[in-house]
Structures are given as structure tokens and as C-alpha cells.
């Protein structure tokens, strides 16, 4: 399979002559070559979406700019099982994920083009003399810098609000995974959106993404992926002093305490940990728990998770990373419940075994960082407080959880834990409707919900003298 860059409303080959080889993570085979975009190639992506901007995507009326997302969410809908086996090969995710990531994107794109006519301003009481109001305008040229967990997932948490806002679109998938949002293109014209609104450059982060990030026809940019990159994408923003929304990784703690629902837990806690192989930002990673439930909880954890069978992680090098880290803190005394490796009989694919570790060195790598794969630490914890200080201790802040029936307990965790999300009883709680993002390495802004549109539009005030 050969695929090219989707500019201007039509498919056609990248001018850097470079292409991306991508894998099937579960095979380890070749499964498509796909064009490579190359700073020329972006720069007439971002000149297409700058036209669209000023052509017939603004004179759009907002309720007509709604129904083609509506008519966008429907085309998605239909070829969704085809989308989802796309998806599933590219990411090696069981088939039955990628249905959930398509069902989600397909709610995304729906709930966003509710939005598109309820954008509303805002009238200022000055006084008797002046009538002031503010307008929300379309912030620009948005370019959508994507990761390869959940390709169009991402894709369409910041592209549907971007549209639906009056945005045009810059989006660079990830170099692994850039076959979906391709796919996605290919709907786009069906549904009414005219060339130019929604570009796809495929391409490596260093060209494609920093000719994104530095081209001076972008107005914003919103950055779903690592810590490293995301500082870097913010200090290419900083030259041009665009706004960044910055949705990094998480080490996401969840407190168990003695007075828990431990049957409740151990529904949760599989797709919490395990779910697409671990790879989630939001994943729970280190299960902190109440110091007499320990013994019980890592037996029955240890039930329930050493057979599971899990997708492969994405490529060869993270899992060659995710082994490192295991190695380290093994050397330092850690103590492997469960997996730690490769699983046996599976010879090819870039598979990974469940795994619970505890005893787990604080200064270790596995300790502080975050592992992107199934492993869960397993940690002790005292009362309430040091519950807090070792929950807080973490460098980053997505998500916190806490599993207990004192109400109020919950409630003051719930204020003091450093996270953007904090769930109570549950996780993966929320939906399209409710706000995400960070706080500390985590990054900052929010997606998802009514906040996920206002990073889209800039506040224009009008005054009038009466
Ligand atoms: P990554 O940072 O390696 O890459 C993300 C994207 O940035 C890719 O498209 C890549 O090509 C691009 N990129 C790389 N270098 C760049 C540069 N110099 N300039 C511009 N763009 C560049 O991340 P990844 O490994 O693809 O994704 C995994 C990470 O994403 C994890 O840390 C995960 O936690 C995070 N993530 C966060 C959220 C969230 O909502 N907070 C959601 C999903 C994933």
C-alpha cells in the first residue's frame, strides 16, 4: 500500500521524495509506504488552509458550518468498521478497541457540530454611554500535532472543535500511524467541506512538524504527545508568540484505600491499566494502596492479570525502552509480580506481558517517568496524608483516582490531588463532554467540552460610544 499527502482537497505526492515505512506492530511487517511531507509540502499545506480560511468555509452561516460536521460525523459512522480495521492493523489495538476509538470519534465530531452556532460573546456593562460587546472570531490556521495511541482518536478531539470554531486545519499524524487520518480525508469532500479546510501532511516530527510549527501563517497550535516534544513545540511557538494547548503524558496515580470496593476495583483496574496495551496518557500506573490491603490486592491483581492477552506496543524502540526501565529498577530491588517481558509464544510483534511490579526504587526511572506499556507499580501507603504527599510527589499531573466509601475523604483528595481529572470509584470516567488536560509536566489547556472550543476562537471587543 503507497499513500500520499492529502493537500487542498486532493491526494498527491510529497515534494521532499522521502517516505515513511509503516509497521504492523503485531507482525513486524511492512504494511504501507506513505509520502513523507517535507517543509515545501507544509508550507502549501498551511498556504491551501490560510485560503480556505478567507474562501467559502467563512462565509459559511454557523448552523450550515454545524450540518456539514453533522454530515462529516455520518460519513465517518458509515465506513467506521472499515476505519476501525485500518486503525486496529496500524496500532496492532484489538479490533474491539479501535470499534470504541471509532464510536468516540464519531460522538466527538457530533458534539462539536452542536456547537458550531453557540459560540457566543458577550455584552460588558460599561455604563449609559458605552455599548461594549465581545466577538469570538476564528482563531486561524490550527495546526494539529498528533501521537500514534489513538490516531484518530486525537485527530478528531482537536480537529472537530478547530472546524467547528471557523478554523482551518494543519494536521500532521504521527510518523507510525499516519494511515487513518488519510482515510479520514477521504471523507471530507461528501460532507461538504470545502478544499483547503482539513490538510494531512504526513511526515517526521523535525521536518513536517517544526515546518509546522514555524510557519508564520499558523495562529495556533495544539500538541498531543510527549514531554520533550511538547517543550519544544512550545519554544517554537514562543518565537512566533502563538498559543500552544500542550496535552503531554501522566503517571497517573490511583489510591486505594482500606474501606475500597475491591470488586469494584478489580472490574476497573484491567482497562485502566491495560487497556490498548497501557499506552494511554490517562492509564492508571501506579496503584497506591492502603498498607493491610497489599497482600490480598497484589494476589488477586495477579489473578486477574497475568493471562491477559494484550495488543503489541508500537514499535521495536519502545519496547527495547520499557524493557531498560524494567531492567533498572530490577537492579535496584524491585520485585516482578507478574510479566516484565516479552510473553512467551509470541515470537514476532512487538508484544509486551502484563506486568505488576512492586518495591519499585524511588529514584529509578520506572519510578519517575512515564512507561507507555503495561506496567503497573504496586506501592504501600500509610493514612490520608502520605496517600497525598506520594500521590503529589509525581512530576506530572493528567489524572488522579481514589477508590473509597468515605465520601468526604474522596472530596478532600479530590481538591488537594495535582491533576487535571480526578476520578472517584471509577476510571476512564468522562466522555466528549467534559473537560481534559493537564497540570505540571502534564502540560496545559483543556480539550474536550465547552473549553475545547474556546481554544479555537480569539476574543475580539468591540466598544461603541452611544
Ligand atoms: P512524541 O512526542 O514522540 O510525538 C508526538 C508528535 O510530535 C508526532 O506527530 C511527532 O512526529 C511530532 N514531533 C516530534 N518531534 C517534533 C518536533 N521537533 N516538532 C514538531 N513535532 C514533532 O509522542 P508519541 O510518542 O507519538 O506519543 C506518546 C505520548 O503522547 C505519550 O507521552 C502520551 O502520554 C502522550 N499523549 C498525551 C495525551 C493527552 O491527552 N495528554 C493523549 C495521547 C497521548
Request: net charge negative; charged share 20%.
Given at each position: ?25 503485531a ?59 485500518l ?49 469570538l ?41 499516519p ?23 504526513p ?30 513545540v ?17 503517571k ?6 482500606a ?10 483496574i ?21 498498607a ?36 533498572e ?34 529514584g529509578c ?18 493514612d ?12 506530572f ?13 474522596a472530596?478532600r483528595?479530590?481538591r ?6 480526578v ?44
Open positions: 500500500m503507497r499513500a500520499e499527502l492529502f493537500v487542498d482537497g486532493a491526494f498527491r505526492p510529497a515534494t521532499s521524495g522521502t517516505r515513511l515505512l509503516v509497521l504492523d506492530p507482525s513486524e511487517e511492512p504494511l504501507a509506504e506513505v509520502d513523507a511531507a517535507g517543509p515545501v509540502d507544509v508550507h502549501e499545506a498551511v498556504e491551501a488552509a490560510a485560503r480556505a480560511l478567507r474562501g467559502p468555509w467563512a462565509g459559511l452561516a454557523t448552523a450550515e458550518r454545524g450540518a456539514r460536521l453533522f454530515a462529516l460525523a455520518a460519513g465517518i459512522e458509515r465506513v467506521a468498521e472499515d476505519l476501525a480495521r486503525e486496529a492493523r496500524n496500532t496492532g489495538k484489538p479490533l474491539a478497541e479501535a470499534r470504541d476509538d471509532l464510536a468516540g470519534v464519531v460522538k466527538t465530531f457530533r458534539y462539536n457540530a452542536g456547537a458550531a452556532d453557540k459560540l457566543e460573546g458577550a455584552t460588558i456593562p460599561l455604563g449609559p454611554e458605552v455599548l461594549d460587546l465581545t466577538l472570531e476564528p482563531l486561524g490556521v490550527t495546526a494539529h500535532i498528533l501521537p500514534w495511541n489513538f490516531p484518530l482518536g486525537m485527530l478528531a478531539r482537536s480537529l472537530a472543535p478547530a472546524l467547528a470554531a471557523g478554523c482551518t486545519a494543519v494536521v500532521k499524524p504521527a510518523e507510525e500511524t494511515l487513518t487520518a488519510l482515510a479520514f480525508a477521504e471523507l471530507l469532500a461528501e460532507a461538504g467541506i470545502p478544499p483547503g479546510v482539513v490538510n494531512v501532511v511526515g517526521t516530527g523535525e521536518v513536517a512538524g517544526e515546518a509546522l510549527c514555524r510557519h508564520p501563517l499558523v495562529a495556533g497550535i495544539t500538541f498531543t504527545g510527549s514531554v520533550a516534544t511538547g517543550r519544544r512550545m519554544a517554537l511557538a514562543a518565537e512566533r508568540a502563538i498559543p500552544v494547548v500542550l496535552e503531554l503524558g501522566g497517573n496515580p490511583l489510591l486505594v484505600f474501606d475500597a470496593d475491591l470488586d469494584r476495583l478489580l472490574a476497573e484491567v482497562p485502566a491499566a491495560f487497556e490498548n496495551a497501557g499506552q494511554v496518557c490517562s492509564a492508571a500506573s501506579r496503584l497506591l494502596i492502603q493491610p490491603l497489599v497482600e490480598e490486592l497484589a494476589t488477586r491483581l495477579v489473578e486477574r492479570v497475568a493471562g491477559l492477552e494484550l495488543g503489541p506496543l508500537i514499535s521495536a524502540a519502545q519496547r527495547a525502552r520499557v524493557l531498560d526501565m524494567v531492567a529498577a530490577r537492579a535496584g530491588g524491585a520485585r516482578i509480580l507478574c510479566g516484565g517481558g516479552p510473553p512467551a509464544g509470541r515470537p514476532r510483534g512487538f508484544f509486551f506481558a502484563p506486568t505488576l511490579v512492586c518495591d519499585v526504587p524511588p526511572r520506572l519510578a519517575r517517568e512515564e512507561v507507555f506499556a503495561p506496567v503497573l507499580l504496586l506501592e504501600p501507603f500509610t490520608e496524608a502520605d496517600a497525598l504527599a506520594r500521590a503529589n510527589a509525581a512530576g499531573g493528567l489524572v488522579a483516582g481514589v477508590f473509597t466509601r468515605d465520601l468526604s475523604r472530596l483528595l479530590a488537594a490531588l495535582e491533576a487535571g481529572s476520578w472517584i470509584n471509577g476510571w476512564y470516567l468522562g466522555g466528549q463532554q467534559a473537560p481534559t488536560g493537564g497540570v505540571k509536566d502534564s502540560g496545559f489547556g483543556r480539550e474536550r467540552g465547552l473549553p475545547g472550543l474556546l481554544n479555537y476562537v480569539r476574543i475580539k471587543n468591540l466598544a461603541i460610544r452611544l
